[in-house]
Structures are given as structure tokens and as C-alpha cells.
């Protein structure tokens, strides 16, 4: 049996085509079908043909160096391979044909590493002009980056949306009197002495200023410059003076009541006795 026959008896056993053998090695598959044909003097000849010998024969499971030392003993016999191909016929040529094959190796393999080292420092360089950046432009990032949440920290909440309760009708005995102190009010100022325990929210200007419970004895005072919101738990136990006028009772004990006061009705919240 030549060593072509053995060649082709090998794949059939491996259960491949040369078709798959192509697609696996790169070896377009007229030359690998020559290659079991003996035809050899359709190779290109030289380190090609090895080249192809080797890749064939890991393929179909044979030993890659000695199937290339058969091959060029078997193909020495064909005058044109041998003029493509001088390294081909001796033992002496299969071992320069071996050691220049070695030599090819070794030189792909240096590129190979200097490629990689090229490669390497460029990705190194850019990791440290990467760093250099950051560490140059974080602190202005950083405090651009802050910038936006202190402006929206200063912006005031936007006004809660209330109902505006009416003034309860004073109690009796108390007269009340209108003050006209809407056109000379240039601020609000609303002081708060709760009689009894009374929750108490309060919204100045748009702003949430208190929401607590208040108890006998506390105090608070505070000034806006166009509205106030009130929202109380026990109408009754709220006393209030408004730019220091007592202010009306804005309901009955128990009852939950919202107002809503501001430079044009600021008359209507407030009494005298």
C-alpha cells in the first residue's frame, strides 16, 4: 500500500470527508485530494507540501513526522516534485527540510511575541493615560458633578395644594371688627400659643416650615412673605395672632381644619374683642 493509499485508507476510517478536512485546515481540498491521489507533482512543493502532509495526517490520527519522512521518500520518485522540491529524496534533505521547517517556527513564534508585547504596551499606555486623566479631572468632575444637587437643594418645594376652609363664626361675645391692615401689611407673621395638645402643619411660602405636635406652652413664631398654610388637629385649642392681632378660631374642639392666609384676605382671620 503507498503512502497515498494509506492516507486515504486512514480517513475512511476516521469517518471524514476532505471536505471537513479543508474547512479544519485550510488546505483547499484539490491539493489535499492530490495528496491521496499521489499526484504530487500538483503540490506546490517545499514547506507547503510538508505543511499539508502534517496537517492532513493530525486530521486522521497518524503521527505527523513520520508520515512527512514517508512522503518525501515516497515522492523523491517523481522528477517534477523533485525540481519544486530539491529537499526532498535523502535522509540528509529530510532533516534540513525538518530543521528549516523548525527554524520557520521558531520565527513565527518570535513575531508572534513581539506582536504581543507591542500589543501589551499599548493597552499598558493607555491604562496609565486613563489614570492620569481621572486622577487630574476628578476633583472639577466631582464638584461639577455636586453642583447640580446643592442648586437643587436650595430650590424651595413646590407649594402644597390645600383647601381653604372659611373662618368659623366667632363665638359669642366676641365682637368682631374688621382691620384694615391688608393695604399696609408688607409680611406675615403668625404666632402660635395652642391652648391644648393641637398637631399643627405649617407651610410658609411654599415651604414646610413645622409639622409636630404642639402642647400648652409652646411657641412658635413665623414669618412669610406672601402666604401661610395652617393645618390643624383641634380647631379649638389653636390660638394664633396674626402681625400681632389675635387671630379668629378657625373651628370647633376636635375638628381638622386647613387655612390658607395671605396679604388679601388677611383681614378675614383676624378680631378684636
Known amino acids: 500500500m503507498t503512502f497515498s493509499e494509506e492516507l486515504r485508507a486512514a480517513r475512511e476510517q476516521s469517518g471524514i470527508t476532505l471536505r471537513q478536512i479543508a474547512e479544519r485546515t485550510n488546505v483547499a481540498g484539490g491539493l489535499l485530494d492530490a495528496l491521496e491521489r499521489g499526484q504530487f507533482d500538483k503540490l506546490p512543493g517545499g514547506i507547503f507540501s510538508r505543511g499539508f502532509v502534517r496537517a492532513y495526517a493530525r486530521e486522521v490520527g497518524l503521527d505527523p513526522d513520520e508520515a512527512v519522512q514517508r512522503f518525501l521518500a515516497e515522492c523523491a520518485s517523481y522528477p517534477a516534485y523533485c525540481a519544486k522540491s530539491p529537499a526532498a529524496g535523502t535522509p540528509e534533505d529530510h532533516a534540513r527540510a525538518v530543521a528549516e521547517e523548525a527554524s520557520v517556527t521558531q520565527r513565527r513564534m518570535a513575531a508572534l511575541q513581539v506582536l504581543t508585547a507591542i500589543v501589551g504596551g499599548i493597552c499598558l499606555f493607555a491604562a496609565i493615560t486613563y489614570g492620569m486623566v481621572r486622577l487630574f479631572s476628578g476633583p472639577e468632575q466631582a464638584e461639577q458633578a455636586r453642583q447640580p444637587s446643592t442648586a437643587a437643594d436650595q430650590r424651595a418645594p413646590a407649594p402644597e395644594q390645600v383647601a381653604e ?64 398654610v395652617v393645618r390643624v388637629g383641634d380647631a379649638a385649642a389653636f390660638q394664633y395672632t396674626l402681625n400681632d392681632a389675635p387671630g379668629r378660631s378657625l373651628g370647633a374642639a376636635g375638628e381638622v381644619v386647613t387655612a390658607r392666609i395671605d396679604k388679601d384676605n388677611l383681614d378675614q382671620f383676624i378680631v378684636r374683642q
Not at 366667632?170 to 391692615?181: A, F, K, L, N, S
Not at 391644648?196 to 412658635?220: F, K, Q, S, Y
Open 165 to 228: 376652609a372659611p373662618p368659623a363664626s366667632p363665638p359669642e361675645g366676641i365682637t368682631v371688627q374688621r382691620v384694615r391692615t391688608t393695604a399696609a401689611a408688607d409680611h406675615l407673621t403668625i404666632d402660635i400659643q395652642p391652648q391644648a395638645p393641637c398637631w399643627v402643619r405649617l407651610v410658609i411660602d411654599g415651604r414646610v416650615a413645622m409639622a409636630r405636635l404642639l402642647e400648652p406652652g409652646d411657641r412658635v413664631v413665623q414669618r412669610a412673605e406672601e402666604r401661610i
